[in-house]
DNA sequence: ACCTGAACACCGTTCAAGT
DNA sequence: ACCTGAACACCGTTCAAGT
């Protein structure tokens, strides 16, 4: 990549960081590119979608989930160590405002930039799941699909303003219904 | 209202329960007004917002789910009646794609047009909840407003495409949770 | 009283023309 | 190789002007 485009990539990153911080994840692409000083079709020859914009600003936060799932299955399978995990994931579908929504649309969607992202979530918490339910600390009646639908229905319901102030108590909740 | 008014208010409104239909709760007013042959500022003084046209479509329905809350109550309280409204509210929150958008962003806002049916809602979960509490068939984790986040979580997971075809399962999954 | 077209200020997406 | 302005086809919202 030659140094002019290189510096308009991380700029515009930078910038849309701050941007989906402040307005969530449907902020105007647009107002992106304009904050950032750049033509609009510059933001669009780097990021062609949304989502895959939106994926190069989780994707670090992604290694650390899986690398945090690969850590917890080096201990013997527990009921914690699920509940840690799925914590940890709502964690980050919560990264943005209404990343939910896009990572929903994108589970179904191959073609997706945020697709390959939910596989590996769906993948790694597949793993954890299936060794709590070994050891029969988890409910045999959740699969790794339903364990992904229940993450991303915990991070829906913590996106503001709506049901914020209780998202903490409702995804306990749902946790622990997880195990049994 | 004067007669060519209330033509166009009921022309209207059939012709966005079609639109909703097919494309869910975000779909454009300015298409409705067009396959309605009506200007699009009638529209407007018809129905305001958005939320006002969705309230309206829906008020019908609020309605059945409300009377059946009140039937429910007659008989004892029971683990069975509160699961059965529940699922009943989450299929009210499920009359069109991407309505439960509508309906939590309405929750926290007094001013929308679908406060009021957020309320009933909440109001009518609530003593189902607590009478299935009172005689300990109910967790006593869950309050009312936790009780109408949930609803609104799996009427969210039901929206296709994503996790349309395991939401039976989940709503399930979590009515049962309720309990105990 | 009610309706309408047009205007305003926005979108996302694409592409020919520039350096 | 990369960037840009402008164009295109849309939005939601408002309002003066018509009947």
Redesign the pocket.
Known sequence: ??A??????THVLTVAREVLTEQGA?????????KA??????????F???DALVETLLRTELDVLTDRATELEKEPPSAESLIDWFKDSVRYFQRYRGVTDLMAAAYADPQSALFTSCSRVRAAGNSLLARAQAVGVASNELDEADLFALIAAAGWMSDPPSFNDRADHLIDFIARAMLR
Not at 26 to 34: F, K, N, Y
Not at 37 to 46: I, K, Q, S
């Open positions: 990549m030659r002019d485009a290189r510096k308009n990539y449907t902020a105007s692409l647009r107002d992106i590119a304009r000083d750049v033509g609009l079709a510059t933001l669009y020859r780097h062609p979608s949304r």
